[in-house]
């Protein structure tokens, strides 16, 4: 399906690879270092049909846009040249309002390995930068750019996209820090080598607590997970010990109850300045329910994190619709601005001719030489002139419907 | 200008809370909520101006009215929590999520005074020295008494909510139990620490003054000497047996609400503006 808009009077083309096309090893070949960015853009500038190029490369994106009257040989150029290494597998090329639309979507945060995230409206004002000063942005991609980082601002402003963790090992850590502080200064016990347990760990890991301890009925098990993760091994027969001194207990079994009420009520939870988190991420259950009735003990379970990890989909799913639609307003609004720019030199030369018409009038009525007259006239045609050619200009900006953009932006979609 | 910053005053306070109200909302940074300390800053400047106005009425430490007490009260309380709870807060949590319930605090305590406080003052008697120590000392004890309640409701707040396992926007914004709780011990044993100081300062002037109207049994002076004893028990919950953070967090929010009470009982009602 086409994209072609007839608001772009130039051709957009945008050709590159991300984490959703190329494994790290085909992109780590492709990425540009910050000190060439420049030179290479100023390549790309150079090429035939080119007459405006952006380059942006990250650790998860190389991506060019070319703006130009005629780009299939610019394309192919780039194919076997900057993209040399590359297959056609890893390669995605959009053209025209696809490439306006994944320019936008790529500023918004939505095609982001983490959705939403806000470095790349950085990383790309670096390559805006890199490009101004290689001399190849124009008219046509400057304020394609002002526009994108004006709605990466608001979209992170105004939306939710981005909050809210969709993992359920990331929603217990998160709770786990919300209850007890900086997740330096705690100690996690975690309780079996099931996967989320591990996977929890790896992100209490992550998150900086250097005080594990794994306990496990087979204590080889266990020390086979310390050699990975650091930390401790224990057997369940010191877990009460372990229970009284943590800040949070993940457990991850299979077969039954290993944790009951009064483990924790021997623990003497009242003498600690935060309740004590326990992830039960067992099926069935690891931890007896009425020990949530513990005070000083806050119990969850795998569907608890569940409930949070759906509320955060919810959020992103309607952010993201959120986001879409003032994406299309923003694509929208810049093709009301190439319609007015196209337009501009046809106003500015109407703008002569009324002059022209004016001087001549005045003369053949024989007035040319009073100036009460010549002021009449002119501040009469003046403010004619100013009525028409803001009637016009709204006209234009209203542009001609925005079917065509959407079904742009669903083909778009469909592409992906 | 006593007159323009009175009712000035409340108007300021609510655009600083309307300010973090939209930061505890707010996911990231961004313009409002750099500009929320500007605010504050500013208004608690205008408040501190409104008391400098006081004084130099009367040219000398004036006898305040207990509405111009609470008046003064929020002020503290503000320049407390600005000075030194927001910054420690921020650092850690990178948002001011408390900041919206103490912005609150002060605002409805100088709505009151503004809406039935007097605009004059009268001189005081007392030798002006020990009048600023003694107050200054007693502003900045039930400040702290002010903040430590504030934290031990929050923490009660984000308590139950973690409990009932629902994560809303508190869960959100608020910073830690464990920060809450701290935070909550540090305000406490300043509090009793200064009211302890500032109580025996005034009890020592009355002696050395032979002031009539003092008695130990003076509602005031018993308040104060509970307050005290009160929140030097929660600021050595850690240390108590029993005294878990969620029972020092109630007893200190039912002393926030004894200490406002006990101020709501002294006023005279006033006209209003």
Redesign the interface.
């Known amino acids: 399906m086409t994209a072609s808009h007839p608001d772009l009077e130039r051709q957009f083309a945008l050709i590159g690879l991300s984490h959703w096309s190329a494994p790290v090893d085909m992109r780590e070949k492709h990425a540009v270092p910050g000190d060439q960015l420049v030179a290479r853009t100023r390549e790309l500038g150079a090429v035939d049909g080119v007459d405006e190029a952006l380059l942006l490369s990250t650790c998860n994106r190389t991506e060019v846009l070319l703006v130009g009257r005629d780009l299939s040989g610019a394309l192919t150029a780039l194919r076997s040249g900057i993209f040399a290494h590359a297959g056609p597998q890893h390669l995605y090329e959009y053209r025209d309002l696809h490439a306006v639309v994944h320019l936008m979507r790529v500023g918004c945060g939505l095609d982001s390995l983490v959705l939403g995230e806000?470095q790349i409206l950085g990383q790309l004002r670096e390559s805006a930068s890199a490009s101004e000063t290689a001399g190849t942005l124009g008219d046509h991609l400057r304020p394609l750019l002002d526009q994108t980082f004006a709605l990466g601002k608001r979209v992170?402003?105004r939306t939710?996209l981005?909050?809210g963790t969709l993992s359920v090992a990331r929603v217990a850590v998160d709770?786990a820090?919300?209850?007890?502080?900086?997740l330096e200064e705690s100690r996690a016990l975690i309780v079996g080598t099931g996967e989320t347990g591990i996977l929890t760990a790896r992100h209490l890991v992550a998150r900086g607590s250097r005080d594990l301890v794994f306990a496990n009925r087979t204590l080889a098990n266990a020390e086979k997970v310390t050699r990975d993760l650091g930390g401790r091994a224990v057997g369940l027969d010191a877990l009460e010990r372990e229970i009284a001194r943590c800040d949070l207990v993940a457990v991850c079994v299979d077969g039954g109850r290993v944790l009951h009420r009064d483990h924790f009520e021997r623990a003497r939870?009242?003498?600690?300045?935060?309740?004590l988190v326990a992830l039960d991420l067992s099926v069935p259950r690891a931890i007896d329910p009425e020990a949530a009735e513990v005070?000083?003990l806050?119990v969850?379970d795998l569907d608890?994190l569940a409930?949070?990890v759906a509320?955060n989909r919810r959020g992103r799913e309607a952010a993201t619709r959120e986001t879409s639609e003032m994406l299309l307003a923003e694509v929208a609004k810049y093709l009301a601005r190439r319609r007015v720019a196209r337009a501009a030199p046809l106003l500015s030369g109407l703008g002569e001719r009324f002059e022209e018409v004016r001087s001549a009038y005045l003369s053949e009525a024989g007035v040319a030489e009073d100036p009460r007259a010549r002021e009449l006239a002119v501040e009469l045609s003046r403010r004619l002139l100013d009525a028409a050619f803001g009637a016009v200009k709204n006209g234009l900006r209203g542009g001609s419907g925005d079917e065509l953009l959407d079904r742009a932006y669903r083909s778009y979609l469909d592409q992906r | 200008m006593i007159q323009l910053l009175t009712v000035l005053l409340p108007t300021a306070y609510l655009a600083v809370l309307l300010a973090y109200a939209h930061d505890f909302r707010?996911?990231?940074e961004?313009r409002h909520t750099r500009l929320r300390r500007l605010y504050f800053y500013a208004t608690l400047a205008l408040h501190a101006g409104l008391f400098a106005a006081y004084v130099r009425s009367v040219d000398g430490p004036p006898q305040f009215d207990r509405l111009h007490v609470v008046s003064a009260l929020g002020l503290t309380t503000g320049l407390l929590y600005a000075l030194v709870g927001e910054g420690a807060e921020s650092t850690?949590q990178g948002r001011a999520g408390v900041g919206l319930f103490v912005v609150a605090l002060v605002f409805g305590l100088q709505l009151i005074a503004s809406a039935f406080g007097p605009l004059t003052v009268e001189p005081h008697r007392a030798d002006p020295t020990f009048y600023f120590l003694h107050v200054g000392t007693i502003l900045l004890a039930s400040a702290s008494l002010a903040l430590s309640g504030t934290y031990g409701g929050l923490y009660l707040l984000?308590?139950r909510q973690?409990?009932g396992?629902r994560?809303g926007p508190l869960?959100r914004s608020l910073?830690?139990?464990?920060?809450l709780?701290?935070q909550m011990r540090r305000a406490s044993l300043f509090a009793c620490v200064l009211l302890f100081l500032g109580v025996n300062g005034g009890i020592a002037w009355a002696h050395a003054r032979d002031v009539p109207e003092f008695s130990y049994s003076h509602p005031l002076v018993l308040t104060a000497l509970a307050l005290c004893a009160h929140f030097a028990l929660v600021a050595f919950s850690?240390h108590l047996?029993?005294?878990?953070?969620?029972?020092a967090s109630l007893a200190a929010t039912i002393g926030l609400v004894v200490f406002l009470g006990s101020l709501y009982f002294a006023l005279a009602p006033g006209k209003f503006h």
Do not use: C, T
């Open positions: 806000s992170r402003a939710s981005g909050e709770i820090e919300r209850a007890s502080g900086p939870l009242d003498r600690r300045d935060a309740p005070d000083g806050l969850y608890d409930r949070v509320e | 707010a996911q990231s961004d850690r984000l308590y973690m409990r396992k994560f869960y910073p830690s139990l464990s920060e709780a701290s850690r047996p029993g005294m878990n953070p969620r029972r």
